[in-house]
C-alpha cells in the first residue's frame, strides 16, 4: 500500500523531500515517527504541533493523519516503540550470557546504550511531560517493570531468593542504572562509556555477588 503527498515547492524551487513521492505505508510511517521524534524532543508534547511534524517530514497534513489520527496517537506510537527497545536491550543482556558478574554489567550496559543513542529517545520514557495521561504513565512504568522482571527471573533462579528478595534487588540495579546513566549522559560524557559501566556495574556486582553467590 502506498501514499502520496501533494508536491510543493520550497522557496528555492525545489520540493521537500517527502513531496509528491509515493512511498510504502512502512516507509511512510517511519519517516514520520522520526520527523516527530525530533519535534517531541525537542518541543515536548505539549508544544508540539502536528503542523511541525508534517513540515519535518515533508508531507501535508492530510498524510499525516492518514496515519496516525491525532498527536497523542502519535506519541504513543513512538513511546511503545522505545520502550519496547528498551526492555529489549536488558532481555537481551540477561540472556547474552550465564555468567552472573557479565549480566550485570550486560544489564547496565543496556541502559548506558539506551541513553546514549540518537535521537534523545529516552527522554520521551524518563523525562515525559505527559506522566498525566494514563496511558502514556503505563507506557512509561512498563520501561521499569519489564525490565525489572527479566532481572527479577534470573536473580531468583541463581541466587536461590525468594521473588520478593529478588525483585528489591532489580529494582536496585534498574534504578542504579538508570540514574547513573541519564547522570553520566547530563555531564557531557566526561568518563567514557565503557569506563561508567564498569564502575557501575562493579559497585552492583559487589553487592549482588558478593552477598548473593550462584547456587548450584
Do not use: C
Not at 59 to 65: C, E, I, Q, T
Not at 99 to 113: C, G, I, M, Q
Amino acid at each position: 500500500m502506498t501514499d502520496t503527498t501533494h508536491p510543493a515547492v520550497g522557496h528555492h524551487g525545489t520540493a521537500p523531500a517527502g513531496r509528491g513521492v509515493r512511498l510504502p505505508r512502512t516507509a511512510r510511517r517511519a519517516q514520520l515517527l522520526a520527523a516527530a521524534q525530533d519535534v517531541f524532543v525537542n518541543n515536548g508534547y505539549h508544544a508540539a504541533a502536528m503542523d511541525e511534524i508534517a513540515e519535518r517530514a515533508g508531507v501535508s497534513k492530510p498524510v499525516l493523519y492518514q496515519h496516525f489520527p491525532g498527536k497523542l496517537e502519535l506519541y504513543m506510537a513512538l513511546l511503545d516503540s522505545h520502550v519496547d527497545e528498551l526492555v529489549s536491550r536488558v532481555r537481551g543482556a540477561i540472556g547474552s550470557t550465564t555468567d552472573n558478574k557479565l549480566r550485570v554489567h550486560a544489564a547496565v550496559a543496556a541502559f548506558y546504550d539506551f541513553v546514549d543513542g540518537e535521537g534523545q529517545a529516552f527522554r520521551m520514557v524518563f523525562e515525559s511531560d505527559l506522566r498525566s495521561e494514563p496511558q502514556v504513565a503505563r507506557a512509561v512504568e512498563r520501561a521499569t517493570t519489564d525490565s525489572v522482571d527479566a532481572i527479577t527471573r534470573t536473580i531468583t533462579a541463581d541466587a536461590g531468593l525468594d521473588e520478593h528478595r529478588a525483585r528489591l534487588l532489580a529494582v536496585g540495579l534498574v534504578g542504579l542504572s538508570q540514574v547513573t546513566a541519564r547522570s553520566w549522559l547530563a555531564d557531557d560524557r566526561k568518563v567514557p562509556k565503557e569506563e561508567a559501566v564498569s564502575l557501575i556495574s562493579n559497585l552492583a556486582w559487589r553487592g549482588i555477588g558478593g552477598g548473593f553467590p550462584l547456587q548450584h
